[in-house]
């Protein structure tokens, strides 16, 4: 039988890659997925160290020389999907194509105001999700019991049992005194949450004549990649593609993983 291409994945914030298994079992008969843990998964990082994430981008370059993936499919989820574009950007000739799912890519007039914030000194009291990443939850006693707690929250709605559960192991490790606790600090995903945004208008600039086959993918009730910041992409380069996936949110690779599959298999085919 011939190889399988590689497939080089990119997680989201909070989210490392085994919360992708859904995913990952439906893309595993067609690709070698390579999913590399980014910086916040990595034992002895200092958030405070991460200004920005351009590091991310050279990471995940340093990342492909390391696995010798010459020229892969490249997939990336929220952040994950930022990264690989940015990347893609510096290095296009490292991509095959790029499926972008849900990519944190606000349209100018919000990164202005962000530009704003940040220089101000202000994002660790604005940003409308840091305060709730730093209040999260980050010892369970066992996944059952937090299973039950999830599935009641709204965010999870659209998450099948086996997602949910595979969100649960993603997320957790055994905790040395008995039951799990978080792999992904809540200091973490603060500063995930407060580093971006502020550079992006190189990513807009860097989206006209970009020679990458590329494919956005869209949660139809995302709060994140907007209808319009969609729109303005197809303007910005005709060649790309925006999908809005129905019944989805910001989650949509973990709520709809068959589907999100096969518009990955059908997009990347022939490439």
């Known amino acids: 039988m011939p190889e399988l291409p590689d497939l080089a994945f990119l997680h989201a914030n909070g989210f490392p890659p085994e919360c992708y298994a859904p ?15 980014m910086r916040p998964l990595w034992p002895g990082q200092n ?12 990471d995940f370059l340093n990342y492909l020389d390391d696995q010798k993936l010459s020229l892969p499919f490249i997939v990336g989820h929220s952040f994950g999907a930022i990264t690989a574009l940015r990347a893609a950007l510096r290095q296009p000739q490292r991509a095959r194509a790029l499926v972008l799912i849900d990519p944190v890519l606000f349209e100018p ?26 209040k999260r939850r980050r010892n369970f006693n066992n996944l059952d019991e937090a299973f039950k707690r999830f599935r009641r929250y709204e965010v999870f709605r659209y998450f099948s049992d086996d997602s949910l559960r595979a969100y649960l192991r993603g ?17 973490w995903e603060a500063r995930i949450y407060t580093t971006g945004i502020s550079p992006d208008m190189e990513l807009w600039r860097g989206l006209k004549g970009f020679p990458v086959p590329t494919l956005f993918l869209r949660g139809a009730e995302t709060d994140t ?3 319009s910041a969609g729109r303005r992409v197809e303007r910005s380069n005709p060649a790309i593609r ?8 910001h989650l949509l690779a ?8 096969q518009k990955i298999e059908q997009f990347f085919r022939d490439k």
């Open 47 to 58: 958030p405070r160290d991460l200004r920005d994430w351009h590091p991310l981008a050279d």
């Open 23 to 37: 995913l990952f079992e439906r893309l595993g008969a067609s690709y070698h997925i390579h999913a590399m843990p």
């Open 171 to 187: 997320i957790t490790q055994p905790a040395a005194g008995g039951g799990y606790e978080l792999r992904y600090s809540p200091e």
């Open 109 to 134: 007039h919000i990164i202005f105001v962000w530009k704003l914030i940040h220089a101000l000194g202000l994002a660790y009291k604005l940003h409308p999700l840091v305060a709730a990443a730093l």
């Open 225 to 227: 990649f907007s209808a």
């Open 242 to 249: 925006v999908e809005t996936i129905p019944q989805s949110t």
């Open 254 to 261: 973990m709520e709809r993983p068959e589907e999100i599959a």
